[in-house]
């Protein structure tokens, strides 16, 4: 497993809202930085053993496919910041995919990749600014 990639998740409004600044005082603050996480597994499994890792990563598929959301609920330790993690499995060409195998030195392997959002708590963000 590596992490891949992080890009700032720009579907989320990252307008300016006002809020308290200091005390007593409302001001214009910045909203929060939503984070995408790209997360890449892959089965570094060689010749009697490529089965194996073909069995590896397809686990790695099963487990988010059923486990697509993470709350405090199912991951009690989860940021109180962080309301949820979702895992999305996400398509990577082959070209991009062969270029991010090569700068991590390997060369192709079975692999799934994966979008991690996290979904902040407004309530617990706002008594933090």
Not at 18 to 42: H, M, T
Not at 78 to 99: A, Q
Request: no cysteine; net charge neutral.
């Amino acid at each position: 497993m590596v992490l891949a990639n992080m890009r700032s998740e720009t579907s989320i409004s990252g307008l300016p809202q006002s809020g308290p600044v200091e005390a007593g005082r409302v001001g214009v603050v910045a909203p929060p930085l939503y984070v995408d996480l790209f997360v890449l597994f892959y089965a570094n499994f060689a010749d009697r053993n490529y089965i194996e890792g073909l069995t590896m990563i397809s686990r790695v598929i099963a487990f988010f496919q059923q486990n697509p959301v993470f709350t405090r609920d199912n991951l009690p330790d989860l940021d109180p910041v962080i309301d949820k993690l979702r895992f999305e499995f996400t398509n990577l060409d082959l070209g991009s995919l062969n270029h991010l195998m090569g700068n991590l030195g390997v060369k192709y392997l079975p692999s799934a990749y994966y979008k991690v959002s996290m979904i902040r708590s407004k309530a617990i963000w706002d008594s933090v600014r």
